[in-house]
């Protein structure tokens, strides 16, 4: 069972150009969640999406930064007109909501990350 | 979403248990407490997770207090490869905190 995909590894932009970044869930799941690091810094939720669905955004950038998980494909994570600062590694991760009893897990598995340098 | 909070960092001899605690004082009834660990800067990795019950796999033992307000991670015998930054994090929504860097040494 392949885990999450996530594509280019690396992915080198200059200032002003655009970045696609790509995010497969693991089989079966259908949501699926983007994260930022910065260096030495710890990981920031940026959105959550289901299927056709942007569930919460609140930590999206209000400028330039957009989101979707469309009903065949990848999830795409997109930043327009780039500056040195969205340099970092971006993290997807995916989930199943299960019933443990009478309760609901969202156990999340991360793919290995997009790391993105503006020059 | 209930907020959690570790020490920054802890030290750890090769072989020895690693006990990493997380206190998640606001947790509320139907909140998950979810470990995961990220390994210099690869992806995060789950570990392990629990309600009210203590859990064990193949990894990790997770011991949660009996008014949930606390957690221990135990790794029963840590390696130099278990060296990492551990998050601890209740509820669904996944707010990653600081966690708490684990150096284990020879």
């Known amino acids: 069972n392949a885990g999450v995909m996530q594509n280019p590894r690396h992915l080198v932009r200059r200032r002003g150009q655009e970045a696609r970044l790509r995010c497969s869930p693991m089989k079966g799941h259908s949501h699926v969640y983007w994260y930022r690091q910065l260096p030495e810094e710890g990981l920031k939720f940026m959105v959550y999406?289901?299927?056709?669905?942007?569930?919460?955004e609140s930590g999206m950038p209000k400028e330039r930064f957009s989101a979707e998980f469309p009903k065949e494909g990848p999830s795409i994570l997109r930043i327009q007109q780039v500056v040195r600062g969205d340099s970092a590694a971006y993290f997807c991760?995916?989930?199943?909501?299960?019933?443990?009893?009478?309760?609901?897990?969202?156990?999340?598995?991360f793919g290995p990350g997009t790391r993105l340098t503006v020059l | 979403d209930a907020k959690t909070t570790q020490p920054p960092s802890m030290d750890c001899a090769e072989g020895r248990a690693a006990n990493l605690p997380c206190n998640h004082s606001?947790?509320?009834?139907?909140?998950?407490v979810y470990w995961y660990r990220q390994i210099h800067s690869q992806g995060p990795q789950y570990i392990i997770h629990?309600?009210?019950n203590n859990e064990t796999n193949e990894m990790a033992s997770l011991i949660i207090t009996e008014d949930r307000k606390s957690s221990t991670l135990i790794l029963p015998h840590a390696t130099l490869r278990d060296t990492a930054v551990y998050y601890c994090i209740a509820g669904a929504d996944m707010r990653f905190g600081a966690g708490t860097r684990l150096t284990v040494k020879p």
């Open positions: 991760a995916s989930s199943q909501f299960q019933r443990e009893g009478r309760f609901r897990t969202d156990t999340q598995y």
């Open positions: 606001t947790i509320s009834g139907n909140e998950y």
């Open positions: 999406l289901q299927k056709e669905n942007i569930i919460d």
């Open positions: 629990g309600l009210k």
